[in-house]
């Protein structure tokens, strides 16, 4: 039992007065109490006079507020036990208030987000996000989000709205059926947000609780409520973190306070930049503990994992002020698994498998990736290939072997590879201007864009951003690695600004690559079998909405798993289908990158469009991809026909396809 001390009640008010915002989860909690006699007319006159008014303050993104009769915005709550109703009411000052009657789409007027999170599961729940105006209904990513029970089944029967406008003044009141039961120590996860939009097109959106990010795919994102009796029993609680050893970058986002009787009762504090944490408790017994954070370096750099596990047992005390000792923390070291000689230069046997299967299940469990799709190619065939893990860290199902995962910039390669096959049967010039095929009306303030070619993108030197509509360097003249430069060059190949541009691609794709190969399991748009077979990227562990593409993005759209990869792998290193003077092309260095990312001091830059590295076993050429929550690696050591393909579906997957490079073939020394 961890030793705390208590402090005088004096010093418990003074704490209680300088916490305006009391920390959890997302770093706010409110305190909500039993009400009843309400009508939902947009009139507050029946609401108690004494509930506290909870300031939205924070913004969310936008232009920011102009002054106190724009977008100045309050909610207070409460909650009736027998009927099992939550009550919301918002009241909001706005001097300039949009209405589009025809007009659902989100930026064109003023609206509203209710976020709710009946369930408030440890595991994640999922969020409930009501966005309403008058004219408009409707859940947020609904479709999108299916694999959380609560909001696959949510409507809007559960709710009753009303809205009253007085002047400048708008009163939103709600009242939600809640399932379960409402009583005092419940926890029901909330956060509310207004979107604020001028006739001038000035727009802010201000919430509740803080963060970034999209609060409706996240239950960490916002906010708690808590169910209280009149008699408030609650006791305020602080403590501070100390690393032991070496010192992480930052402290870990939160600590945990788990009720220890009723688990759907935790708290997730925010931890501020000193280490230290405040926040007022309803009264009872609790396990402190540190959830798993990771700091993220580079993309493919080492990723380190704070210490997590249970630390303490505390009780909290109605009117009293706990302080925690000091809690130490350490980071954990990464797994030291790579040999001195990668595996592949041995015979792959039943051994080998065995070593191959526990370094990825090691690292998936270091760094929290639930899904892996594998395949090693060894002699110029494939080996081995295997799927790790879950699909969706919520609904745990299995990963199928013919599941996919969004391939991100590992997509550019493929439509590198088309495009070496049309230019060397001379069906696409690749130094003619993309201008003079289709205009990029956004670049014509920049004169130098009439330079770019199809040469100059594949090579990462058109002058483009990765994303973006602006010139950063004279086309042909300065490393840039571009994906708006991909994206430019498929519009250029459907000739046009045409509305069947996304048919004239795939008709391509399929033409020269995913029939020709066999691929029958590669998507670069939406269909009929994509939303069965795509897994769910994750972020910190949690799930990803789902998205499908509508038409194919040649720089990131692709959907694929490792095995049906494979065809493409051996095809690029059999250079099939190109002339030797078109693969000489394609395979040797046109773009050096900096030399901040060389690799063990080997070069590395691009081909027309392949990566391309040098390393102490020859030549090595793939791509690999980040879409943020999925991040995939193809490489193939040529002199050694030997290689892989890693797809996997979380931000934190960069160890992993960093390391995995080393335990096959490179090694550690």
Not at 58 to 82: K, M, S, T, V
Not at 436 to 453: D, G, N, R, V
């Given at each position: 039992?961890m030793t705390?001390?208590?402090?005088?009640?004096y010093?418990?008010l003074?704490?209680l007065?300088?916490?305006?915002?009391l920390?959890a989860?997302?770093?706010?909690?409110?305190?909500?109490y039993?009400?009843?006699?309400?009508?939902?007319?947009g009139?507050l006159d029946?609401?108690?006079?004494?509930?506290h008014r909870?300031?939205m303050?924070h913004?969310?993104?936008g232009?920011?507020?102009?002054g106190p009769e724009d977008?100045l915005?309050?909610?207070?709550?409460?909650?009736?036990?027998?009927?099992?109703?939550?009550y919301?009411?918002?009241?909001?000052?706005?001097n300039?208030?949009?209405?589009?009657p025809?007009?659902?789409?989100f930026?064109?007027?003023?609206?509203?987000v209710?976020?709710?999170?009946p369930?408030?599961s440890?595991?994640g729940?999922?969020?409930?996000?009501?966005?309403?105006?008058e004219?408009?209904?409707?859940?947020?990513?609904q479709?999108?989000?299916?694999?959380?029970p609560?909001?696959?089944?949510?409507?809007?029967?559960?709710v009753?709205?009303?809205i009253a406008?007085?002047?400048?003044?708008?009163?939103?009141?709600?009242?939600?059926?809640?399932s379960g039961?409402?009583?005092?120590?419940?926890?029901?996860?909330?956060?509310?947000a207004?979107?604020?939009?001028?006739?001038?097109?000035?727009?802010v959106m201000?919430?509740w609780?803080?963060t970034?990010?999209n609060?409706f795919?996240?239950?960490?994102?916002?906010?708690?409520?808590v169910?209280?009796?009149?008699?408030?029993?609650?006791?305020?609680?602080?403590?501070?973190l100390k690393?032991?050893?070496?010192?992480?970058d930052?402290?870990?986002?939160?600590?945990?306070?788990?009720n220890t009787?009723r688990?759907d009762v935790?708290?997730?504090?925010?931890?501020?930049?000193?280490?230290q944490?405040d926040?007022?408790?309803?009264?009872?017994s609790?396990?402190m503990?540190?959830?798993?954070?990771?700091?993220?370096?580079?993309w493919?750099?080492?990723?380190l994992?704070?210490?997590?596990?249970?630390v303490?047992d505390i009780?909290?005390s109605?009117?009293?002020a706990l302080?925690v000792?000091?809690?130490?923390?350490?980071?954990?070291p990464?797994?030291k698994?790579?040999?001195?000689?990668?595996?592949l230069?041995?015979?792959?046997?039943?051994?080998s498998?065995k070593?191959?299967?526990?370094?990825?299940?090691?690292?998936?469990?270091?760094y929290?990736?639930p899904a892996?799709?594998?395949?090693?190619?060894?002699?110029g065939?494939?080996?081995y290939?295997?799927?790790?893990?879950?699909?969706n860290?919520?609904t745990?199902?299995?990963?199928?072997d013919?599941?996919v995962?969004e391939?991100?910039?590992?997509?550019?390669?493929?439509?590198?590879?088309?495009?070496?096959l049309?230019?060397q049967?001379t069906e696409?010039?690749?130094?003619?201007p993309?201008?003079?095929t289709?205009?990029?009306?956004?670049?014509?303030?920049?004169?130098?864009?009439?330079?770019?070619?199809?040469?100059?993108?594949l090579?990462?030197?058109?002058g483009?951003?990765?994303w973006?509509?602006?010139?950063?360097?004279?086309?042909?003249?300065t490393?840039?690695?571009?994906?708006?430069?991909?994206e430019y060059?498929?519009r250029?190949?459907?000739?046009?600004?045409?509305?069947?541009w996304?048919?004239i691609?795939?008709?391509?794709l399929?033409?020269?690559?995913?029939k020709?190969l066999g691929?029958?399991?590669t998507?670069?748009?939406?269909?009929d079998?994509?939303?069965?077979?795509?897994?769910a990227g994750?972020?910190?562990?949690?799930?990803?909405?789902?998205?499908?593409?509508?038409?194919?993005?040649m720089?990131?759209s692709m959907?694929?798993?490792?095995k049906d990869?494979i065809?493409f792998?051996?095809?690029?290193l059999?250079?099939e289908?190109?002339?030797?003077?078109?693969a000489e092309?394609?395979?040797?260095f046109?773009?050096?990158?900096?030399q901040e990312?060389w690799?063990?001091?080997y070069k590395?830059?691009y081909?027309?469009g392949?990566?391309?590295?040098?390393?102490?076993f020859g030549?090595?050429?793939?791509h690999?991809g980040?879409?943020g929550?999925f991040?995939?690696?193809?490489?193939?050591y040529?002199?050694?026909?030997t290689?892989?393909?890693?797809f996997?579906?979380?931000?934190?997957?960069?160890?992993?396809l960093?390391?995995l490079k080393?335990?096959?073939?490179e090694?550690?020394?």
């Amino acid at each position: 039992m961890m030793t705390t001390k208590y402090l005088p009640l004096y010093l418990l008010l003074w704490l209680l007065l300088l916490s305006n915002a009391l920390k959890a989860n997302n770093g706010s909690i409110a305190y909500i109490y039993p009400i009843s006699n309400i009508t939902i007319d947009g009139n507050l006159d029946d609401w108690p006079t004494e509930i506290h008014r909870n300031a939205m303050q924070h913004i969310h993104y936008g232009n920011g507020i102009e002054g106190p009769e724009d977008a100045l915005a309050f909610w207070r709550g409460g909650y009736h036990a027998q009927s099992g109703h939550l009550y919301i009411a918002v009241t909001m000052v706005d001097n300039d208030y949009v209405k589009t009657p025809d007009n659902s789409h989100f930026a064109s007027h003023d609206f509203q987000v209710l976020y709710l999170d009946p369930r408030h599961s440890p595991e994640g729940s999922g969020v409930i996000a009501y966005e309403i105006d008058e004219h408009h209904r409707k859940i947020v990513e609904q479709e999108g989000l299916h694999f959380y029970p609560q909001v696959k089944n949510a409507n809007f029967e559960q709710v009753q709205l009303a809205i009253a406008k007085k002047n400048n003044l708008i009163t939103y009141e709600w009242k939600i059926q809640v399932s379960g039961t409402l009583s005092a120590g419940r926890v029901i996860g909330f956060d509310y947000a207004v979107f604020d939009k001028d006739t001038d097109e000035e727009h802010v959106m201000i919430t509740w609780g803080p963060t970034e990010g999209n609060k409706f795919m996240n239950s960490n994102l916002i906010g708690d409520l808590v169910l209280s009796e009149a008699n408030d029993a609650s006791g305020m609680v602080q403590g501070a973190l100390k690393w032991e050893g070496e010192a992480g970058d930052q402290w870990p986002g939160t600590v945990k306070f788990s009720n220890t009787e009723r688990p759907d009762v935790f708290f997730d504090v925010s931890v501020d930049s000193l280490g230290q944490y405040d926040l007022k408790l309803p009264a009872g017994s609790y396990a402190m503990t540190i959830p798993p954070s990771w700091q993220m370096n580079k993309w493919f750099d080492i990723d380190l994992v704070k210490h997590s596990g249970r630390v303490s047992d505390i009780t909290v005390s109605k009117n009293q002020a706990l302080l925690v000792d000091t809690i130490t923390i350490a980071l954990v070291p990464k797994p030291k698994l790579i040999p001195g000689k990668g595996i592949l230069h041995s015979p792959f046997t039943s051994t080998s498998i065995k070593e191959l299967d526990q370094f990825v299940d090691r690292y998936r469990e270091h760094y929290n990736i639930p899904a892996v799709s594998l395949a090693i190619v060894k002699d110029g065939a494939l080996v081995y290939h295997r799927s790790y893990g879950v699909e969706n860290n919520i609904t745990k199902k299995p990963l199928r072997d013919e599941a996919v995962f969004e391939a991100a910039s590992i997509t550019k390669l493929i439509f590198a590879y088309l495009m070496n096959l049309l230019v060397q049967r001379t069906e696409f010039d690749l130094d003619k201007p993309l201008y003079e095929t289709l205009a990029f009306p956004e670049l014509e303030e920049y004169p130098e864009y009439a330079l770019m070619t199809g040469r100059h993108v594949l090579t990462h030197v058109s002058g483009l951003p990765n994303w973006g509509t602006r010139i950063i360097n004279k086309p042909g003249t300065t490393y840039g690695y571009s994906g708006e430069g991909f994206e430019y060059l498929k519009r250029v190949l459907a000739g046009g600004s045409s509305n069947e541009w996304p048919q004239i691609i795939q008709s391509h794709l399929e033409k020269e690559v995913l029939k020709p190969l066999g691929m029958t399991n590669t998507y670069f748009m939406c269909n009929d079998k994509l939303p069965n077979l795509k897994v769910a990227g994750h972020f910190d562990g949690i799930p990803n909405m789902f998205d499908c593409p509508d038409g194919p993005g040649m720089a990131f759209s692709m959907h694929t798993e490792a095995k049906d990869f494979i065809p493409f792998a051996l095809a690029l290193l059999n250079r099939e289908g190109l002339t030797e003077e078109q693969a000489e092309k394609m395979f040797r260095f046109h773009t050096l990158e900096g030399q901040e990312n060389w690799m063990n001091g080997y070069k590395s830059g691009y081909g027309l469009g392949v990566a391309l590295r040098d390393s102490p076993f020859g030549l090595v050429f793939g791509h690999g991809g980040n879409n943020g929550d999925f991040r995939c690696m193809f490489e193939m050591y040529d002199d050694l026909r030997t290689g892989y393909i890693v797809f996997t579906n979380a931000n934190t997957a960069g160890p992993l396809l960093f390391d995995l490079k080393n335990f096959l073939v490179e090694g550690s020394k």
